[in-house]
């Protein structure tokens, strides 16, 4: 059985800059609740390695962590791509207000920094939902309370200025992108944890909280709390706040990312205050937190702070009118919860394991040294900050491992454009080869590539890794093979070499497919003399298949003989570093059947089958067992079949339409573009379109169509390629245009906007 990431129907992918912070880790939590799947971005500086540990324990669903910076813009992009990210919450920055006057441009730099880097790599990779963590603080000194949206903003700190120019970029790229859309929600005051207690705030220094503060009183850290005030025109005379739980708050991320992802969103930028509209003083929150902990915590009143507003209280309307959101957690439960927490972290003192040092993994087959958890996995890629000359303990996994299992993932990491960072896998489903993958992670790799435009070359003036370096398509198909095996001196075939493929893939920039026949022995004898000799064998195995009229010596696919040398042809290409694997000859067979054409050597053999239905069904069921074979060496390994674009309604007989077409969703599941030859072509059946439209593009399946100029003597080359871009256009699919159909050279490529 193969395991997939759940397709988008049930859930989005969202990246959560920051996720591994307080308001993060609730974030990542509630999101994996509601069937989101979620990937942190975080660099540990305002963060506690702690709150990574439990997530596991509460979290419903996997979790993977990327170690590094939100100011670093190849990391983000990279991870936008590889994971296929629907959607950001950008949490990252830093959020003291006092040390935000002591050192503005700290904050400038950091928190502009880190937006400017997102919003630019999200322009890059083609994600436009934004969530921003905002904060009520742009209000500065309310003149009207409770607070609306609407409200003047009155910016009394750096910390508050660095959250609307924030803003205020967002509202420039959303003017500028049509397509762009982000809700920036306004916090008031999060306080609690998780009622596991597993996670929480834990500040490393002073907290510049009162929360935090009031527990670490409570908790004998601190010898008592200042209270900054007791002079306010309020009923205690110590300033009021709206404190809102963080599961609440962590609620109404979820909820903006419901809003911000359903159709329409005619908004381009909302801003939404998350809070309670409930006020509560300084001293109503000591007291209610003495009442969690069972005694009197200490306190003193000192003399006002510069810039505290005496009362700031949140008109949440606006969230419960548009998210359907609205805070449920009393003050009780508050301190409840965050007590809790701060009694657990105060015992808990043991440390957390997140590797910091770096693996450098080639690329190659998997050899039997390299051992994978079945466990949690610590998985790391080259970091920047790390010492040429220093010396880091090996990994130990204290937990059952199998073999080799890892060695795709590490792999499939290195070309991804994450470089600088580190990941770590926490809580892999079972199958651990693809549990960073999935259809749409796919997608979000081919669909830019694609959009480049595509090239074929199997052989031919320019089949050099040099050349084909150089060449500007946004994704290749080649041959691999650079000498056959009947011109080889050793009579085995010569591929093209792992830093060959890495040049032409242009270090993993650019997406290199190899090409494998799926069903014929004669026209590609080239890939099979070493496996199965220069001459038919006698007598004939079982996988020696029938002859077609045309004189296509084709191999009995559905034979475990024949699946094994498949089998071994893919990993011999995937061995090289490509990408992918362009399958070729799928149609063959139940063309061929449907005609009646096929002629067996002997009969028919015993156990194969009969008819297109069959037939084809066992070609979809072979298709599946490539995919998951080139996936055991990547991850994300691309599979784009060429022509049989009726296989599933073949494979369902007489019965139109998608009922009986057993295995075609475990198919669409196992490729990721269907290629059409001469789809242009006035001859081109309208059956054919409307195949392609309800049993591939529906399901986010590529359409690649491959015209060659001389099926279309009367049309000049430049001429051919205008009406061939403007057709892919009208179809959506992505369009070459081959000088002949041998493939010899590479013809420019037809980008797409």
């Known amino acids: 059985m193969r395991h997939h990431m759940p397709t988008r129907a049930s859930g989005r992918t969202i990246l959560a800059t920051g996720g591994a912070g307080y308001i993060g880790s609730h974030v990542v939590v509630e999101l994996l609740a509601a069937g989101h799947r979620v990937v942190i971005l975080d660099n540990f500086e305002n963060s506690d390695r702690h709150a990574v540990a439990g997530l596991p324990r509460i979290a419903q669903g996997p979790v993977t962590l990327i170690e590094g910076d939100v100011r670093d813009p190849d990391v983000v992009e990279g991870i936008l791509r590889r994971y296929g990210i629907d959607a950001v919450i950008h949490l990252a920055g830093k959020k003291a207000v006092g040390q935000s006057v002591d050192d503005p441009m700290l904050y400038f730099h950091d928190n502009l920094l880190g937006a400017i880097s997102l919003l630019r790599a999200m322009e890059r990779a083609g994600v436009d939902r934004l969530v921003f963590s905002s904060s009520a603080t742009v209000y500065g000194m309310p003149k009207v309370l409770p607070i609306s949206e609407t409200a003047p903003t009155g910016i ?13 970029m967002i509202d420039d790229l959303t003017a500028a992108r049509p397509g762009f859309r982000a809700i920036s929600l306004r916090y008031f005051n999060p306080v609690g944890a998780h009622s596991s207690g597993l996670i929480g705030e834990n500040p490393r220094d002073v907290p510049n909280n009162l929360f935090p503060y009031v527990a670490q009183t409570a908790a004998g850290q601190r010898p008592e709390v200042q209270v900054f005030g007791g002079d306010y025109a309020t009923p205690d005379g110590t300033g009021v706040r709206d404190y809102i739980h963080v599961v609440d708050l962590a609620r109404g991320h979820v909820a903006a990312i419901g809003h911000l992802t359903a159709a329409p969103f005619p908004d381009r930028h909302l801003r939404i205050n998350l809070g309670t509209g409930t006020g509560y003083s300084v001293l109503q929150i000591i007291a209610a937190f003495s009442a969690a902990c069972g005694f009197a915590i200490p306190y003193r009143v000192v003399a006002r702070r510069p810039g505290d507003a005496a009362v700031s209280l949140a008109d949440p309307t606006l969230a419960g009118k548009l998210l359907g959101w609205r805070a449920t957690r009393d003050l009780a439960q508050m301190c409840a919860d965050h007590w809790a927490f701060q009694q657990r972290a105060a015992q808990d003192s043991r440390p957390v394991m997140v590797p910091a040092h770096a693996i450098r993994v080639p690329f190659g087959p998997a050899p039997s040294s390299i051992w994978a958890p079945e466990g949690p996995v610590f998985a790391t890629t080259p970091r920047r900050d790390t010492a040429p000359d220093r010396t880091d303990p090996p990994l130990t996994f204290t937990f059952p491992c199998r073999p080799a299992a890892l060695w795709g993932l590490i792999a499939a990491l290195v070309p991804a454009g994450i470089a600088p960072a580190q990941e770590v896998s926490l809580t892999p489903p079972p199958d651990l080869e693809c549990a960073l993958s999935g259809p749409r992670s796919r997608a979000a790799r081919l669909a830019p590539a694609l959009r480049q435009g595509f090239g074929v070359q199997y052989w031919g003036e320019g089949y050099d890794a040099a050349t084909l370096a150089g060449q500007p398509h946004g994704l290749l198909i080649l041959e691999v093979t650079t000498i056959g095996a009947p011109f080889s001196d050793t009579g085995r075939e010569v591929l093209f070499s792992a830093p060959q493929i890495a040049a032409i893939r242009r270090d993993g920039t650019r997406p290199a497919l190899g090409y494998l026949n799926v069903s014929e022995i004669e026209t590609y004898r080239d890939y099979w003399i070493d496996r199965i000799g220069a001459t038919p064998p006698d007598p004939l195995p079982d ?159 590529a359409v690649l169509s491959l015209d060659v100029e001389s099926q279309f003597p009367d049309q000049p080359p430049a001429e051919l390629r205008r009406a061939v871009t403007d057709a892919a256009r009208r179809a959506g699919s992505y369009p070459y245009v081959a000088a002949d159909g041998a493939f010899n050279r590479l013809s420019p490529p037809i980008p797409l906007p």
């Not at 750096?158 to 205020?168: A, F, H, S, V």
């Not at 067996?600 to 053999?605: A, D, I, L, R, T």
């Open 156 to 168: 009394t700190n750096p910390y508050g200025r660095t959250k609307l120019m924030i803003e205020e």
């Open 543 to 701: 996988w020696y298949g029938p002859t077609a009229e045309a004189g296509d010596h084709l191999a009995a696919f559905w034979t475990e003989g024949w699946r094994q040398i498949l089998l071994e042809r893919v990993d011999r290409l995937m061995q090289t570093g490509v990408d992918g694997l362009f399958l070729d000859d799928v149609l063959h067979y139940y063309t061929h059947a449907l005609d009646d054409s096929l002629r067996w050597p002997e009969g028919s053999p015993e156990g194969a089958p009969e008819g297109a239905p069959a037939l084809a069904r066992q070609m979809m069921d072979l298709v599946g067992q490539v995919a998951d074979r080139a996936r055991s060496w990547n991850c994300d390994a691309l599979i784009v079949v060429n022509n049989g674009v009726f296989i599933g309604r073949d494979a369902a007989g007489a019965i139109p339409g998608p009922e009986g077409r057993t295995g075609f969703g475990a198919y669409l599941q196992a490729i990721d573009a269907v290629m059409v030859e001469n789809l242009s072509a006035p001859t081109t059946h309208a059956h054919t379109r409307e195949a392609l439209q309800q049993d591939y593009r529906a399901h986010g399946v």
